[in-house]
């Protein structure tokens, strides 16, 4: 029989998290490593990947950073090539890249609609799609997509001018489940998590900007912590969840909860 510790224990998996340096994802790197994972982090962003990797290294962790541009179908080849070399197997891919444009409706430039969609959808599906093919053969893996709160409806412009951003979310949403269910028969699961309001790069300005009191309208009255999604991002990347197809796993203080 399976103890509670073992559904949980990633000791000897292999888990990729792009955009893992810092932010969400470098939370996200630190729980898998936390609960026994070699971690490889991807992003545009060397050195701050380069940073995580050498703190893991030094708590006794493998960890490797790769320069990575994720709309790049090159780049993620690569990644995923030199993953499979080391370790010899890819048990986790954490797509947590993402980018962003705030503005009104009206003034959405075309090429940062593109870019915000290229970055979070395509990115997300190219690498999702190179992973796949090593889990197929393995006939395991676990994929977790970053969504957002913002890819289950529409935000009152007050709260988030960010429609690319949000659309984008959505159509990650839609990808999770439909990757599930093509996948899950193979015994790979995909799910995937949508945070609320955690300060982060991506998200601190627009904050900031706000003139919405984002934390009076929370249930759970604060914004997201650096330890918030420890336990959601080891529950889908551990043996817990190999029952959970196409799930959002939403982590947002209780907003969606109120609609």
């Not at 541009?69 to 048990?91: C, W």
């Not at 904050?207 to 919405?212: G, Q, R």
Request: proline share 2%; hydrophobic share 45%; net charge neutral.
């Amino acid at each position: 029989m399976t103890t509670l510790s073992n559904l949980f224990d990633l000791t000897n998996k292999t888990a990729i998290i792009t955009g893992g340096g810092r932010g969400l994802g470098k939370q996200i790197a630190l729980a898998l490593a936390e609960a026994g994972a070699n971690i490889v982090i991807a992003s545009r962003n060397l050195s701050v990947c380069k940073e995580v990797c050498d703190h893991l290294q030094s708590l006794g962790i493998k960890a490797i950073a790769f320069e990575c541009d994720i709309t790049n179908k090159s780049d993620i080849e690569h990644v995923v090539k030199e993953t499979v070399s080391q370790f010899g197997a890819i048990d986790i891919l954490v797509n947590n890249s993402g980018t962003s444009w705030s503005g009104p409706l009206l003034d959405v430039p075309e090429d940062k609609w593109e870019k915000v969609l290229k970055v979070n959808v395509t990115g997300t599906f190219l690498f999702s799609q190179a992973v796949a093919k090593v889990m197929l053969q393995q006939k395991s893996g676990k994929i977790i997509n970053i969504a957002s709160v913002s890819g289950l409806g529409g935000s009152i412009p007050e709260v988030l001018d960010t429609i690319a951003y949000n659309t984008s979310k959505g159509a990650v949403i839609t990808m999770t489940k439909d990757l599930g269910v093509k996948l899950a028969r193979h015994g790979i699961q995909v799910n995937a998590i949508a945070p609320g309001f955690f300060p982060t790069k991506i998200t601190k300005k627009i904050l900031e900007e706000s003139n919405f009191d984002i934390v009076g309208q929370t249930p759970a009255g604060r914004y997201g912590n650096e330890e918030d999604l420890k336990g959601a991002a080891v529950f889908l990347a551990s043996k817990a969840s190999d029952y959970l197809v196409g799930h959002v796993l939403i982590v947002d203080g209780g907003i969606a909860a109120l609609a």
